[in-house]
């Protein structure tokens, strides 16, 4: 498949989702369930997965080799939506070294020392490299605005602290990400969208598993109380924050399967539309490349009229 085409495909996937504008952006408009009538088995689905994962492994590689774009990933959902696993699926092939993920617990006091956003600006991906945000920047004005007494840990002068703080700090991440889109950084974020009675579901299953009660905590029931003030801050978050820069994708994470081939359309096709190339050697290191062969080709020579009868090891 020619390029054009090559995106042509993956958009069939990856536009229902992309919010680039968030003027009339509203989550109920989002099915958390919604498949694009896809009805693909979970082994049809895992081998289209694998196709992804191959192709941007290797496009990874040339992103690297290049050094000098850089991509980076946000991930956001509540309990239960399946990051971890998104994650662990759609990067299964991508070389370690040219890729990290930094998973933000709660702030150090050194942390807390620091502007809301110094943690994160710290662990930007670099050129050529790929950086992975498991939960991100955007607890800021999540985790903290359902939990506002968590503001008060953050040192913040009163006379900062007023009612805009929120519209404030959502400008803020919206420049913050301008900035890093200026400077090269391929920014994607994807919002898994679950829906109340899945997250019920895998909570149970969880609990019902012994296998899995390792993944379960009370802290993620007292969170599901405050649900639809998370869906109110998502939905402010992300009509703040999408931009062409840096989109949004609301990912549909009911069906997992699903839900991580959008996430891995969406990868391939940003990296894919940098048409990146392996750099082309100049000509000093094109010299250096013949002298080499030169030397290996002396080299393999030189072993052969050892090995021939009557050769001379010494000569």
């Excluded at 390029?3 to 958390?32: C, H, Q, S, V």
């Excluded at 191959?54 to 990874?60: D, I, V």
């Excluded at 404030?168 to 994807?190: N, P, T």
Aim: hydrophobic share 40%; aromatic share 12%.
């Amino acid at each position: 498949m020619v390029r054009t085409e090559i995106l042509d495909a993956l958009r069939m996937y990856t536009d229902p989702f992309r919010i680039t504008r968030g003027d009339d952006f509203f989550l109920k408009n989002f099915d958390p369930g919604e498949t694009l009538g896809l009805t693909m088995d979970k082994e049809a689905a895992q081998q289209l997965l694998q196709r992804g994962s191959k192709w941007l492994a290797m496009e990874q590689e040339i992103l690297y080799a290049q050094d000098s774009w850089s991509v980076l990933l946000v991930f956001q959902a509540m309990d239960a939506a399946g990051k971890d696993g998104t994650i662990k699926h759609v990067m299964s092939r991508v070389n370690p070294q040219g890729c990290d993920v930094f998973s933000f617990k709660q702030p150090s006091d050194e942390e807390l020392s620091h502007d809301f956003l110094w943690r994160y600006a710290t662990k930007v991906p670099k050129r050529g490299q790929i950086v992975i945000f498991n939960r991100s920047y955007y607890e800021e004005v999540l985790v903290v605005r359902v939990h506002q007494h968590l503001l008060r840990a953050q040192k913040i002068p009163p006379a900062w602290v007023g009612k805009n703080i929120w519209d404030e700090r959502l400008a803020d991440i919206a420049r913050f990400e301008d900035y890093l889109a200026r400077q090269g950084v391929v920014i994607l974020k994807f919002y898994l969208n679950l829906s109340f009675g899945e997250q019920k579901k895998r909570f149970m299953d969880r609990l019902d598993n012994p296998d899995k009660h390792w993944k379960f905590s009370a802290a993620d029931i007292r969170e599901r109380r405050y649900w639809n003030d998370y869906m109110h801050a998502y939905e402010e978050a992300i009509r703040a924050t999408a931009s062409e820069a840096a989109p949004w994708y609301v990912v549909p994470a009911d069906n997992k399967p699903f839900s991580r081939l959008i996430v891995a359309a969406a990868i391939v096709e940003a990296v894919e539309k940098l048409d990146l190339e392996y750099p082309k050697p100049t000509h000093a290191q094109m010299k250096d490349l013949d002298a080499a062969r030169q030397e290996l080709d002396a080299e393999a020579a030189d072993a052969t009229r050892r090995e021939q009868p009557g050769g001379d090891p010494d000569h």
